[in-house]
Structures are given as C-alpha cells and as structure tokens.
C-alpha cells in the first residue's frame, strides 16, 4: 500500500465548476500538507501549504485537512481553462522530504 | 529574485553511462532537494542537502550521489545509468532544512536513457 494514495483521473469538468481533489494517507506521522500543480513539461508549482485539521482559503482555492480521517482535499472555485494541470498533493513528516501522490490531471472545458 | 534553474533541459543517454545534473537554488535559499518523477507518477525524493552536507536520502542507489557547493547551487550524479532512470529530475530548494513546506521546484531536466 503507497503511503499516499490520489485518482490518476483525467478529471474533465465545464469553466465555472466547482473542482475537489483528494488524497487519502496512511502515515499518521505527516504534519504538514501542501497541493503542488504541474503543467505539463514543467516543475512542480506550490499553491498551498497547510498544517491544522481544518480549511485554508487563498483566493479561488480552499485546503481542507482532516487528520482524523487522514484526507486532504483541495477545492476550486470558479474553474478556469488555465486550471488545466495536473495537481499533486504531498506531505512531510521527517522534515527533510516530501510524499507525494501520482497526481490527477485535472482538464477544464470551455 | 531568481527562482530555481536546472541545466540541462533534457539530455539522452546509453545505458552504462554517467550523467551529471545541475540546481542553482533561489536566492537565499541553502537547501535543497533532488526528486525523481517517472512518467505518470508523483515525484519520489532522493536526497536533500544542507550546507553542503547530505541531509536525507530516499530510497535509491549509491550510484545515485549528489553535491553542494558553497554558493548552495547542486549537482545529482548518476552512475551505471539503466532503463529506468529515465525521468523527470527535480530540483526543489528551501530556505532552510526542515521548511519542506516551502520547498521550490526548478523546471527539470528530462533524462532518457536508451
């Protein structure tokens, strides 16, 4: 079992949408929890980074955490076109490297 | 502010071979990351450096090693390249150890081996 399971997708959804991406994770040990997005042929881009169980909003973007539940979710509002990525989510635990999922290639329909 | 560069773009190689990558870290930043992504997958971490020192290794090969130099800038070598070293090489620098939290991707190098 990886220690960070997230849907491959594709994920196709209309402008406008709501989108939620997931990850499950099976180490209680991570503390900090971040959403990366990659375009394609390109690096990793880090949208946001949380630590608490809860939500964190930055603009069209909201975190959410449950550690109870080990879930991360990160949701977007108003989808855009430029939204076409493929989204990451990772965590740490031992302070020097990141766990990532596979990724789901997110892809937003005019 | 510089972000983080990667040299080359993307390289071919032979099976057997040695290749030598390179990371020139964001400014102000003295740490920094090598992760590998295979096609498809998330990216898997390699090892980090902090003041020139190996601070953390993952789950890969001696013949993977790297370096950092006094300017913070990074080198990953690989030795007796295989098949399946072809990837997607990350380089991710920080501004200092622990804050994986605000860890910075470079571009990349694409490395196929053939």
């Known amino acids: 079992q990886k220690e960070v399971e997230q849907d491959p997708g594709p994920l196709s959804v209309p402008e406008g949408a709501i989108v939620s991406l997931n990850c499950t994770y099976s180490?209680?040990?991570?503390?900090?929890f971040m959403w990366y997005r990659q375009y394609s042929r390109k690096g990793p881009e880090l949208l946001m980074y949380?630590?608490?169980?809860g939500n964190k909003e930055d603009g069209r973007f909201t975190a959410q955490v449950d550690k109870s539940s080990k879930y991360i979710s990160l949701f977007i509002r108003d989808s855009q076109p430029s939204d076409s990525a493929t989204y990451l989510c990772?965590?740490?635990?031992?302070?020097?490297?990141?766990?990532f999922g596979t990724g789901t290639r997110l892809q937003v329909t005019l | 502010e510089t972000g983080v560069t990667q040299s080359p773009t993307h390289l071919i190689k032979t099976r057997g071979q040695q290749v030598t990558l390179r990371c020139s870290s964001q400014?102000?930043?003295?740490?920094v990351s090598w992760y590998q992504q295979a096609l498809g997958q998330g990216p898997q971490f390699i090892f980090q450096?902090?003041?020139?020192?190996?601070?953390g290794r993952g789950n890969f090969p001696p013949r993977f090693s790297g370096l950092q130099f006094p300017n913070y800038s990074s080198e990953l070598n690989v030795n007796a390249l295989e098949l399946d070293d072809s990837a997607l090489y990350l380089c991710?620098?920080?501004?200092?150890?622990?804050?994986?939290?605000?860890?910075?991707f470079g571009p990349g190098t694409r490395l196929t081996v053939t």
């Open positions: 991710a620098s920080s501004f200092r150890a622990g804050v994986t939290y605000e860890q910075y």
């Open positions: 180490n209680s040990a991570f503390q900090y």
């Open positions: 949380t630590y608490s169980s």
């Open positions: 990772a965590m740490d635990s031992t302070a020097s490297k990141l766990t």
């Open positions: 400014s102000g930043h003295n740490t």
């Open positions: 450096y902090y003041r020139e020192e190996e601070n």
